[in-house]
């Protein structure tokens, strides 16, 4: 594990805090509350029944805007005082996937402080020399299936932080260890050949088959993963090169028989985690007691004691902390534009926007309008819910079909959350690979564009073939 050759120490570049960047979203959505009028459209349960937007009566006094509040009948402008109080209300009602994050840190602490991750990245590493370029792309492949196929997100949290700690071993990035992982499985749930989470609510309220239509996402699939896997080669690339003539030995020793034994039993536990989810519809609740049995199972192999394996565990948690926050900003904004009554606001003048043009112009402006609403609504089956009773009729008046429809909702859904920071997925993918929001950002704009103009060329061919 030498080096030849030792890239000089950059100096630390002074980057916005997450924190502050969330909060300062929080107050762009409290000041929306103050310029657009309130309404709502009737609900049949979770969805929205089509041409029921009526508008809500907004009053408010100079000192409501300290501590007002409002009601469904007379609506109000969020206060200061509701706005910081979204925060922990956040908090607690994504308390579940906090909790989820907080036990995967936890685990990982355990598990590294066993040693079996840098042994068996060393030993993986030595096998296969190092060869990033082979590596890379059949990993990304491998996390997209399980995305694309099963709706894979959160299993791969187990994952993120090995891959990490793989790339900083060959002393690149952690964020493109990161994108490793994130940008497989963004692009398997932009394209979604059989996503359940995706198709089963979205296909039948657009009134087609559940897996109908593969053709378009079949293409989508290749397409954009072809994308990605070259932005991140392109990105090792330019990472080796600045770093100089660096070449690397790894320990080719074999691994002991209790790391074998901890890796077998990750490796049986991922596999238990997947089926337990797809089976019995594990939720954030269940994975965090799963990840609290699998820490004590490493620690007990790893022949960790009691007081150990705890100081592990909460050292592990402490990496992660920030994620609650994040997360509970996230969710405020959700909180803040639901409380001022805008957000079916928004989604109507959206609409307005769609039937306005012909075809190719209404389904672009469907993509647009669906990148919009997921800073808003970054959950993929709620967005669903949210917006196709209402597009899919408005579509077929200016000769979008309803696949089309479904087509522009995958593309805009799954594209946003790449980047956007109200998004709790990306957000607990980021908390548990240790990379900051801005950081982030600024690695994966490129691809996000390039992305984004894949998504125009390939809603125009299915504008053009009537798909």
Known sequence: MTTLTQPAPEKKKRSSSPTIIMLIIVLIAMSLTYILPSGHFERDGKLVVPNTYQTVEKTY????????????ENAMPVSLLQGLKAVPEGIVEQADLIFMVM??????????????IDAGLERSLSITKGNVYLLV????????????????????????????????????????????????????YLASLTNPYALTIAQPLAGVPVFS??????????????????????????ESRDLGNIQYTFDTKKLSLRHVTILIALALGVVFMVYGSQTWSWKAMELSTYYLFLSIVFAILGGMGPSETADAFVSGMKKVL??????????????????????????????????????????????????????????????AAVTMPILVPVGQMVGVSPQTTVFAFLMGNGLTNVITPTSSG???FLATAEVSWTKWAKYVFPCFVMLFIAAIGLLTVAVATGY
């Open 213 to 238: 239509g593969m053709s378009m996402r079949v293409a989508t699939y290749f397409v954009m993963m072809t994308i990605c896997i070259a932005f991140v080669l392109w990105n090792i690339r330019r």
């Open 61 to 72: 006094e100079a000192k409501d805007i300290l501590v007002g509040t409002g009601s469904e």
């Open 103 to 116: 036990f995967i840190g936890g685990m990982f602490g355990v598990l590294s402080h066993t040693g079996v």
């Open 426 to 428: 990306l957000l607990i």
């Open 322 to 383: 920030i994620a609650a926050v994040l997360i509970g900003l996230a969710t405020a904004v959700s909180i803040v534009l639901k409380e001022g009554q805008i957000m079916d606001t928004i989604i109507n003048s959206l609409v307005g926007l769609i039937g306005s043009g012909n075809s190719y112009t209404s389904a672009y402006a469907m993509f647009a309008t669906q990148l919009a609403l997921d800073v808003a609504i970054p959950s993929t089956s709620g967005q």
């Open 137 to 188: 792309p059949v990993l990304m492949i491998i996390f997209s299936l399980g995305s694309t196929f099963m709706g894979m997100a959160k299993e791969y949290l187990l994952i993120i932080p090995m891959i990490v700690a793989m790339t900083d071993r060959l002393q690149l990035s952690r964020v493109t260890g990161l994108a490793i992982v994130a940008l497989a499985v963004k692009v398997g």
